[in-house]
C-alpha cells in the first residue's frame, strides 16, 4: 500500500504558475502509474495530467496541454505538476493518486490517493 501527501498549492493570480509535489511512501512508486486529479466546487473530479510508470509516456487533459507538465522522480518517490498561465478556472482541489496497473486515464483504477492541495488562482 502507498501514502500519499500532496503539497504546493496556494492562492495565485492568473497568469501567474505553481508546482505541486506529491510525496509517497509505503511503497516505491515505479510499480504504479501515477496521475493528478482535481475537483472543483460542485463538480466531479477530472483527469489532469498522467504518467506511465517510467515516466515515459505522458497524457494530459485538452485544458491543460501547454500549460502543465506532469513529471516523476521514482528514486526520490516523488511526483510533481508544473502548472503555467494558470487560470480562474483552474481553481481546485488538486489530488495525487497511483493506480497498480498499466496506463490508465480512468479515475476508478487509481486505488490510492491524498488528502489533496488546493490551488486557488484570482482573475
Known amino acids: 500500500q502507498v501514502q500519499l501527501v500532496e503539497s504546493g498549492g496556494e492562492l495565485v493570480q492568473a497568469g501567474g504558475s505553481l508546482r505541486l509535489s506529491c510525496a509517497a511512501s509505503?511503497?516505491?512508486?515505479?510499480?504504479?502509474?501515477m496521475g493528478w486529479f482535481r475537483q472543483a466546487p460542485g463538480k466531479e473530479r477530472d483527469v489532469v495530467a498522467v504518467?506511465?510508470?517510467?515516466?515515459?509516456?505522458?497524457y494530459y487533459a485538452d485544458s491543460m496541454k501547454g500549460r502543465f507538465t506532469i513529471s516523476r522522480d521514482n528514486a526520490k518517490n516523488l511526483m510533481y505538476l508544473q502548472m503555467k498561465s494558470l487560470k480562474a478556472e483552474d481553481t481546485a482541489v488538486y489530488y495525487c493518486?497511483?493506480?497498480?496497473?498499466?496506463?490508465?486515464?480512468?479515475?476508478?483504477?487509481?486505488?490510492?490517493w491524498g488528502q489533496g492541495t488546493q490551488v486557488t488562482v484570482s482573475s
Open positions: 493518486e497511483a493506480a497498480p496497473m498499466v496506463f490508465t486515464i480512468r479515475l476508478t483504477a487509481y486505488d490510492y
Open positions: 509505503g511503497r516505491s512508486i515505479s510499480s504504479y502509474t
Open positions: 504518467i506511465s510508470r517510467s515516466g515515459g509516456s505522458t
